[in-house]
Nanobody, 118 residues
Framework: QAQLVESGGDLVQAGGSLRLSCTAS????????MAWYRQAPGKQREWVAD????????NYADSVKGRFTISRDNAKNTMSLQMNSLQPADTSVYYC???????????WGQGTQVTVSS
C-alpha cells in the first residue's frame, strides 16, 4: 500500500498563491497517476487536476485551468499543486490521490485545508 501526506494548506487572501505538496511512501513505485481533489463544506468532493507519473501528462478542471499547475518529482516521490490567483471559491480541503498501475487501487491522503479570504 502507498501512504500519502499532503502539506501546504493555509489561509490566504484572494489573489494570492499557495503551493500544496503530496509525498508518497510505501508501495509508491507502483503508482501510475496522481491527482488532486477538493471538497468544500456541504459539497461533494471534486476533481481538480491529475498527472501521469511517467510522461507527466497533466489535466485540469475548467475551474482551475490557467491558474493551477500540477507537477511531480519522481525522484522525491512528491506531487505539487501551484495555485495562483486564488479565489474564495477555491476554499476547500484538498486531497491527494494515487492510483496503483497494477491493481487499480486508489489511495488518499488526509487532506490539507486551503482557505481564501475575500
Amino acid at each position: 500500500q502507498a501512504q500519502l501526506v499532503e502539506s501546504g494548506g493555509d489561509l490566504v487572501q484572494a489573489g494570492g498563491s499557495l503551493r500544496l505538496s503530496c509525498t508518497a511512501s510505501g508501495s509508491s513505485a507502483s503508482i501510475t497517476t496522481m491527482a488532486w481533489y477538493r471538497q468544500a463544506p456541504g459539497k461533494q468532493r471534486e476533481w481538480v487536476a491529475d498527472i501521469t507519473i511517467i510522461g507527466g501528462a497533466a489535466n485540469y478542471a475548467d475551474s482551475v485551468k490557467g491558474r493551477f499547475t500540477i507537477s511531480r518529482d519522481n525522484a522525491k516521490n512528491t506531487m505539487s499543486l501551484q495555485m495562483n490567483s486564488l479565489q474564495p471559491a477555491d476554499t476547500s480541503v484538498y486531497y491527494c490521490k494515487a492510483t496503483d498501475r497494477w491493481t487499480g487501487a486508489e489511495y488518499w491522503g488526509q487532506g490539507t485545508q486551503v482557505t481564501v479570504s475575500s
